[in-house]
């Protein structure tokens, strides 16, 4: 299994408090990504990195801020959680590149956010 | 920009018996497959993925998907599945020129019963 974890694994939360979701990898990997995940909607990108300081926004990123300070940690941000982001959150990692092109994507084990 | 359709959100099924999860893509430009799989309580794996070449793609577990352009499908298959197999299955698209981006379906539960 690729070395990816995420913290907390559980969250329970008030509207409009600030959480942060972290993802670490230990594979070196390029590319990490955040996913939510909601019953009737499968998987949809929040946010993406392809490198230290860099990052992009998905299908799904209002709301959401994310930051790579190091290769090996993807933190997603709640700056003022909402009951529409209660939902389970995916890390994924990859290593595509033009010359690999798309590599297989490997998913953390999620974690499972309540906002009450 | 892509999309994908399950339009079966469950397949129930026998143990032993035949199974087809369907997927239809949507794109404008040349785009890149793959199917994902879910175990209960778990992240997703990837089962297989088709690149370019052969337009049959094969896992090691036995599922195989067909690539068809004209369709613009790319349907699961098993000719027999296990009790094991019960899980949920993603097909996800990405465009040659921005692979990076997976798009998913909704997914589609399937359960294999004795």
């Known amino acids: 299994d690729a070395g990816i974890t995420q913290s907390p694994r559980h969250k329970v939360t008030e509207t409009g408090t600030p959480v942060t979701l972290r993802c670490h990898q230990t594979e070196n990997h390029r590319y990490m990504y955040w996913y939510r995940q909601d019953p009737g909607h499968g998987l949809r990108l929040i946010h993406y990195s392809y490198g230290v300081k860099d990052t992009d926004k998905g299908e799904v990123s209002d709301g959401y801020s994310v930051s790579r300070s190091k290769t090996e940690d993807f933190l997603l941000t709640l700056e003022s959680a909402t009951s529409s982001q209660t939902s389970v959150y995916f890390c994924?990692?990859?290593?595509?590149?033009?010359?690999?092109?798309?590599?297989?994507?490997?998913f953390g084990p999620g974690t499972r956010l309540t906002v009450l | 920009a892509q999309s994908v359709t399950q339009l079966d959100s469950q397949v129930p099924v026998f143990e032993e018996a035949p199974v087809e999860l369907r997927c239809n893509y949507s794109s404008s430009v040349s785009v890149y497959l793959f199917w994902y799989v879910q175990y209960p309580n778990q992240g997703l794996q990837l089962l297989l993925k088709y690149l370019s070449g052969s337009t049959l793609v094969e896992s090691i577990n036995g599922f195989e998907a067909e690539f068809n352009k004209s369709q613009t499908s790319f349907h699961l298959r098993k000719p027999s599945v296990h009790i094991s197999d019960t899980a949920e299955y993603f097909c996800?698209?990405?465009?040659?020129?921005?692979?990076?981006?997976?798009?998913f379906g909704t997914g589609t539960r399937l359960l294999v019963s004795p």
């Open positions: 996800a698209v990405s465009a040659l020129l921005n692979f990076q981006k997976l798009v």
């Open positions: 994924a990692i990859s290593e595509s590149s033009p010359a690999t092109r798309p590599d297989t994507q490997y």
